[in-house]
Protein backbone atom coordinates (compact mmCIF):
# COMPACT_ATOMS: atom_id res chain seq x y z
CA UNK A 1 0.00 0.00 0.00
CA UNK A 2 1.42 3.41 -0.58
CA UNK A 3 1.22 5.84 1.76
CA UNK A 4 0.69 9.59 1.25
CA UNK A 5 1.03 11.92 4.00
CA UNK A 6 -1.29 15.30 3.97
CA UNK A 7 -1.95 18.08 6.65
CA UNK A 8 -5.36 17.36 8.37
CA UNK A 9 -8.17 20.40 7.62
CA UNK A 10 -7.36 21.12 11.60
CA UNK A 11 -3.48 21.60 11.76
CA UNK A 12 -3.61 18.32 14.39
CA UNK A 13 -0.92 16.76 13.02
CA UNK A 14 0.45 15.18 9.59
CA UNK A 15 -0.65 11.49 9.38
CA UNK A 16 -1.09 8.96 6.62
CA UNK A 17 -4.18 9.05 4.52
CA UNK A 18 -5.74 6.34 6.52
CA UNK A 19 -5.92 8.05 9.95
CA UNK A 20 -7.80 10.78 11.18
CA UNK A 21 -7.71 13.64 13.98
CA UNK A 22 -10.46 12.49 15.81
CA UNK A 23 -11.35 11.57 19.63
CA UNK A 24 -10.88 8.08 18.87
CA UNK A 25 -7.58 8.54 17.56
CA UNK A 26 -5.01 6.29 20.22
CA UNK A 27 -1.74 6.89 18.31
CA UNK A 28 0.58 8.86 15.96
CA UNK A 29 0.23 6.64 12.96
CA UNK A 30 3.94 5.48 11.13
CA UNK A 31 4.26 8.68 8.64
CA UNK A 32 2.97 10.83 10.94
CA UNK A 33 4.47 13.23 13.93
CA UNK A 34 2.42 14.84 16.34
CA UNK A 35 2.49 18.69 16.25
CA UNK A 36 1.32 21.66 18.22
CA UNK A 37 -2.81 22.06 17.98
CA UNK A 38 -2.96 25.63 17.96
CA UNK A 39 -3.61 24.84 21.79
CA UNK A 40 -4.99 27.56 24.27
CA UNK A 41 -2.07 28.98 26.20
CA UNK A 42 -1.15 26.83 29.18
CA UNK A 43 -3.20 23.81 27.96
CA UNK A 44 -1.14 20.50 28.47
CA UNK A 45 -0.65 20.59 24.50
CA UNK A 46 0.59 24.42 24.36
CA UNK A 47 3.97 23.37 23.18
CA UNK A 48 4.89 26.81 22.17
CA UNK A 49 5.53 27.30 26.22
CA UNK A 50 7.06 24.27 27.11
CA UNK A 51 10.60 23.98 28.77
CA UNK A 52 13.08 23.08 26.40
CA UNK A 53 13.81 19.90 27.57
CA UNK A 54 13.60 17.57 24.60
CA UNK A 55 17.15 18.25 23.29
CA UNK A 56 18.40 16.92 26.68
CA UNK A 57 17.61 13.19 25.95
CA UNK A 58 15.67 10.62 24.03
CA UNK A 59 12.07 11.54 25.18
CA UNK A 60 9.43 9.24 23.80
CA UNK A 61 6.24 11.79 22.12
CA UNK A 62 3.14 11.24 24.25
CA UNK A 63 0.05 12.84 23.03
CA UNK A 64 -3.67 13.52 23.62
CA UNK A 65 -6.19 11.82 22.02
CA UNK A 66 -6.66 13.87 19.80
CA UNK A 67 -2.89 13.17 18.35
CA UNK A 68 -1.55 16.40 19.85
CA UNK A 69 1.62 16.43 21.44
CA UNK A 70 1.71 16.92 24.94
CA UNK A 71 3.98 19.20 26.58
CA UNK A 72 7.73 17.78 27.92
CA UNK A 73 6.43 18.77 31.25
CA UNK A 74 2.91 17.01 31.33
CA UNK A 75 4.51 13.81 30.34
CA UNK A 76 8.19 13.07 29.73
CA UNK A 77 9.78 9.26 28.77
CA UNK A 78 12.73 8.37 28.17
CA UNK A 79 15.25 5.71 28.76
CA UNK A 80 18.24 5.19 31.45
CA UNK A 81 21.35 6.93 30.36
CA UNK A 82 23.37 4.60 28.02
CA UNK A 83 26.47 5.95 30.09
CA UNK A 84 25.74 4.42 33.31
CA UNK A 85 24.37 1.23 31.55
CA UNK A 86 20.98 1.60 32.41
CA UNK A 87 19.46 2.40 29.20
CA UNK A 88 17.93 -1.33 29.38
CA UNK A 89 15.03 0.56 32.00
CA UNK A 90 12.83 3.64 31.06
CA UNK A 91 11.76 6.57 33.27
CA UNK A 92 8.50 7.89 32.68
CA UNK A 93 7.79 11.48 34.29
CA UNK A 94 4.44 13.37 35.37
CA UNK A 95 3.27 16.48 37.45
CA UNK A 96 1.33 15.57 40.62
CA UNK A 97 -1.66 15.26 40.04
CA UNK A 98 -0.62 13.46 36.82
CA UNK A 99 -1.75 15.98 33.92
CA UNK A 100 -0.67 19.06 35.70
CA UNK A 101 3.29 20.50 35.01
CA UNK A 102 5.62 19.26 36.91
CA UNK A 103 7.82 21.81 37.99
CA UNK A 104 9.90 20.81 41.28
CA UNK A 105 10.54 17.43 43.05
CA UNK A 106 7.23 18.41 44.95
CA UNK A 107 4.91 17.97 42.05
CA UNK A 108 6.86 15.31 40.25
CA UNK A 109 6.26 11.71 40.04
CA UNK A 110 8.48 9.30 38.47
CA UNK A 111 7.52 5.69 37.45
CA UNK A 112 9.83 3.32 36.41
CA UNK A 113 10.06 -0.02 34.07
CA UNK A 114 13.02 -2.10 34.70
CA UNK A 115 12.60 -5.57 34.34
CA UNK A 116 16.21 -6.53 34.27
CA UNK A 117 17.03 -4.24 37.54
CA UNK A 118 19.57 -2.15 35.66
CA UNK A 119 18.85 0.66 38.04
CA UNK A 120 20.32 -1.79 40.93
CA UNK A 121 16.95 -0.96 43.18
CA UNK A 122 14.98 -4.52 43.91
CA UNK A 123 11.73 -2.38 44.83
CA UNK A 124 11.13 -0.74 41.11
CA UNK A 125 12.09 -4.25 39.18
CA UNK A 126 10.12 -6.24 41.85
CA UNK A 127 7.16 -3.62 41.64
CA UNK A 128 7.36 -3.54 37.61
CA UNK A 129 4.56 -6.16 36.18
CA UNK A 130 4.47 -6.84 32.15
CA UNK A 131 1.48 -8.93 32.54
CA UNK A 132 -0.43 -6.67 35.31
CA UNK A 133 -4.18 -6.68 35.54
CA UNK A 134 -5.52 -3.52 34.89
CA UNK A 135 -7.64 -2.46 38.41
CA UNK A 136 -11.43 -1.36 38.16
CA UNK A 137 -10.68 1.56 39.22
CA UNK A 138 -7.85 2.73 37.09
CA UNK A 139 -8.86 5.01 34.71
CA UNK A 140 -7.70 6.39 31.43
CA UNK A 141 -5.73 9.58 31.73
CA UNK A 142 -6.05 10.62 27.74
CA UNK A 143 -2.14 10.28 27.28
CA UNK A 144 -1.13 7.72 24.14
CA UNK A 145 2.24 6.94 22.77
CA UNK A 146 2.35 4.89 19.89
CA UNK A 147 -0.89 2.26 20.76
CA UNK A 148 -0.05 2.68 24.08
CA UNK A 149 -2.67 4.58 26.66
CA UNK A 150 -1.71 5.47 30.35
CA UNK A 151 -4.03 4.82 32.82
CA UNK A 152 -3.73 5.53 36.75
CA UNK A 153 -5.90 5.19 40.05
CA UNK A 154 -6.09 9.12 41.21
CA UNK A 155 -6.48 8.38 44.83
CA UNK A 156 -3.25 5.95 44.66
CA UNK A 157 -0.35 6.89 42.98
CA UNK A 158 1.44 4.47 43.65
CA UNK A 159 1.65 2.71 39.85
CA UNK A 160 0.48 3.58 36.68
CA UNK A 161 -0.48 1.19 33.77
CA UNK A 162 0.53 0.98 29.85
CA UNK A 163 -2.11 -0.56 28.24
CA UNK A 164 -1.94 -1.79 24.63
CA UNK A 165 -3.83 -4.60 22.54
CA UNK A 166 -5.27 -5.81 26.09
CA UNK A 167 -2.03 -6.34 27.96
CA UNK A 168 -1.23 -3.66 30.58
CA UNK A 169 2.41 -3.23 32.29
CA UNK A 170 2.49 -1.85 35.77
CA UNK A 171 5.10 0.46 36.29
CA UNK A 172 5.70 1.53 40.09
CA UNK A 173 6.37 4.72 41.04
CA UNK A 174 9.68 5.43 42.70
CA UNK A 175 13.38 8.05 42.00
CA UNK A 176 15.31 6.41 39.69
CA UNK A 177 19.22 6.73 41.00
CA UNK A 178 20.99 10.35 39.20
CA UNK A 179 23.66 8.96 36.54
CA UNK A 180 26.79 10.91 37.28
Known amino acids: MRSVLVRVATGCFAVDVLASCSSAQEDVTAGGEPEG ?10 IESEPDWRRHA ?5 TD ?7 IDIVAERPGPEHCGWDAADVLIV ?4 GAPYTSPDDT ?5 DPAAAFGQPHLADGYDPDA ?3 DDAIDTGFRREGV ?9 SAVWLVSGGTAERWPRGDPPICR
Open 37 to 46: CGSKPGSVTD
Open 58 to 62: DYRRW
Open 65 to 71: TEGCLLR
Open 95 to 98: GQPL
Open 109 to 113: AHFVR
Open 133 to 135: SLP
Open 149 to 157: SLWHIPQDQ
